[in-house]
């Protein structure tokens, strides 16, 4: 029976990589994704300078090889290629834990409400919908007022805590649907509790549209950080994040293009390589819409 | 129509009542309090500041006290801005914000609807192409890159445009900063009228119009536009949302003196009045417009009331 169900999963997601390998914007798009993490990873070992040393006799330089500050330096005399590719690592890793925390918090939400129904489930959506009318930013702003600012572990916990909620959406309707499938009604009849069917055969059965959907929520979670640096609220010095630095460089603009236009780059390419591989992944694990 | 707007606003109420008392709980039950980080006050002071500020009630009489204040209109004095209360500071940034706000998204409609009809009509040619291209790099151009670029491209370089600031009834500095907050709406509207032209122009009804001999304006105008706006105006509440958060942005990034800056500056001072003030405020406007948005759809599409 396990060999039976590994078999037709290993169908199913070789088939999506199949159709994923032919969605070209797709697969591009995927290869910057990797080779900015890579970038990002190994690159500012290849600089002499640190993220937060200070070089007094290269302030504000544009960039230039000759003096290894290949992006420039701001006005502080810190090398922007290390702290573009710094902010890079801080930016992606929100980016993944934020979604992580959201994927928790919503897949769960969303299961319960729609496989146990009723009441319960009328509940969790009106508080979900209540938090769908606020700003969600609200949310992020209260948690960061009162939690000690420049933490990065509050900041990624208050971004996906915030996150979840189309993801509650998304699979409580799966859910729904799932749950007068026969083989749930089998392990019904079989005896297995509440908690048994969601995690043996609800959840495992979520799996496409959540990978589909935490894709595109990662972009989502790499904006929310950088709003929240960029407005002074999120990560804080001397670390940096591409929003931090993109609020520095707009300091800057008359006099330093460069400081802006290097991390708003990095972001501008990281947002829209994320958002296409989402909609190949769409594609590719499902094929009815197409 | 009358009972559908009844039963939509009595929704409304317990909502904001559900905001209004979260965000009070979350925000007293914290660690740490607005005085913390003074250094080194001495007890005694701090305590009477606690008492002058009503921190040292129990937590049912503040949550009463705030009640009784807010539906009398008052937020009470900021903890930050010592000589201001809440709602003096919220009259004054409150027009320029609104101004911005209301002027991105009636920017957004006019340019974007017609764009989105406009590639429907051209569908799959260059100017189809170029409007659809356009669109993807403004959803996913972030406001905190567009503004400054803006301001460097208008501001700086070509010098039509000034590149911060704000001078009451000049809309010479309004304009960057609306185009800023409104440009991702733009593009989202674009896309949605362009989808949902391009699905009515198939439909029967149009078919009948033109065998019939309408001439195509007429059409369009008559018949295509109306059925079009719907996904565009239950767009508006969540683009209301987005403006009001997108205008803290551009309100930092053009120095203007609106709401959006007390709320980021409450923040940072963990001034707590300061932070529920506005929260209430522009929690209240996006339901507001949420129910406008709501109200206009069913006023399009009669289905909606009697469901």
């Known amino acids: 029976m396990n060999d039976a169900g590994a078999r037709v999963a290993g169908g199913l997601w070789a088939d999506a990589a199949r159709r994923l390998k032919h969605h070209r914007a797709a697969t591009i798009s995927a290869a910057i994704v990797l080779a900015i993490a890579l970038l990002a990873l190994v690159g500012p070992s290849f600089s002499p300078y640190r993220y937060d040393s200070l070089d007094w006799n290269h302030v504000a330089v544009p960039p230039q090889l000759a003096n290894a500050h290949w992006l420039g330096t701001d006005r502080l005399g810190r090398d922007l290629f290390v702290r573009t590719l710094h902010g890079l690592r801080i930016s992606l890793l929100i980016g993944l834990m934020a979604t992580a925390v959201s994927l928790l918090i919503g897949v769960t939400w969303g299961a319960v409400a729609g496989y146990v129904g009723g009441r319960t489930d009328e509940l969790m959506m009106r508080a979900v919908d209540v938090l769908y009318s606020l700003p969600y930013i609200f949310i992020v702003i209260i948690l960061m007022t009162i939690f000690t600012r420049g933490n990065v572990y509050v900041l990624f916990m208050a971004i996906g805590a915030v996150g979840w909620l189309t993801m509650a959406r998304i699979v409580r309707g799966q ?58 609220l999120g990560v804080q010095e001397p670390l940096a994040s591409l929003g931090s630095l993109i609020n520095l460089g707009a300091r800057e603009i008359e006099s330093a293009a460069w400081m802006l236009l290097v991390p708003a780059g990095f972001l501008v390419v990281l947002l829209v390589c994320f958002n296409f591989l989402g909609d190949g992944l769409r594609d590719a694990l499902d094929p009815r819409d197409h | 129509m009358l009972a559908y707007a009844i039963r939509r606003i009595a929704t409304l109420v317990p909502t904001l009542f559900v905001i209004i008392t979260l965000s009070f709980l979350i925000i007293r039950l914290a660690p740490g309090g607005p005085f913390d980080e003074e250094q080194s006050l001495p007890p005694a002071v701090k305590a009477n500041l606690d008492a002058a500020y009503g921190l040292d009630q129990p937590l049912a009489t503040q949550y009463l006290r705030y009640l009784r204040g807010l539906a009398h209109g008052e937020f009470g004095p900021s903890f930050k801005f010592r000589d201001f209360s809440v709602g003096e500071l919220i009259a004054q940034g409150l027009p320029v914000s609104l101004t911005l706000g209301l002027c991105a998204i009636l920017l957004a409609i006019v340019v974007g609807v017609p764009l989105g009809a406009l590639a429907a009509l051209r569908q ?152 529920m003030g506005m929260i209430i405020v522009y929690g209240s406007l996006t339901l507001l417009c949420n129910l406008v948005a709501d109200l206009l759809y069913s006023w399009l599409d009669p289905r909606v009331r009697h469901e």
Do not use: C
């Open chain 1, 175 to 232: 859910a729904l649907s799932l749950k007068r499938r026969e083989f749930v009604e089998a392990a019904v009849v079989a005896g297995v509790g509440t908690p048994g069917i969601l995690v043996r055969h609800i959840v495992p059965n979520l799996i496409g549209p959540v990978v589909v959907y935490a894709t595109l929520t990662i972009p989502q979670m790499i904006l929310y950080e950088s709003f929240l640096s960029f407005l002074g």
């Open chain 2, 124 to 275: 799959n040619t260059a100017v189809d192409h170029g409007i659809r291209g356009i669109a993807v790099l403004g959803i996913a151009l972030p406001s905190f890159v567009v503004g400054p670029l803006l301001a460097l491209v208008f501001g700086l370089y070509l010098n039509w445009l000034p590149v911060a600031g704000w001078v009451r009834g000049e809309p010479r500095y309004l304009l960057l900063p609306a185009v800023t907050l409104s440009l991702p709406v733009i593009a989202y509207v674009a896309r949605l009228t362009r989808a949902s032209f391009l699905e009515v122009l198939r439909a029967n009804h149009i078919r009948t119009a033109r065998a019939k001999g309408i001439g195509e304006l007429r059409v369009l105008w008559r018949h295509a536009l109306r059925p079009s706006l719907l996904p565009v105006v239950s767009y508006l509440g969540p683009a209301t949302a987005f403006v009001v958060t997108g205008s803290l942005v551009v309100e930092t990034v053009f120095g203007l003196p609106g709401t959006g800056r007390y709320l980021v500056q409450g923040a940072i001072n963990r001034d707590y009045s300061l932070v």
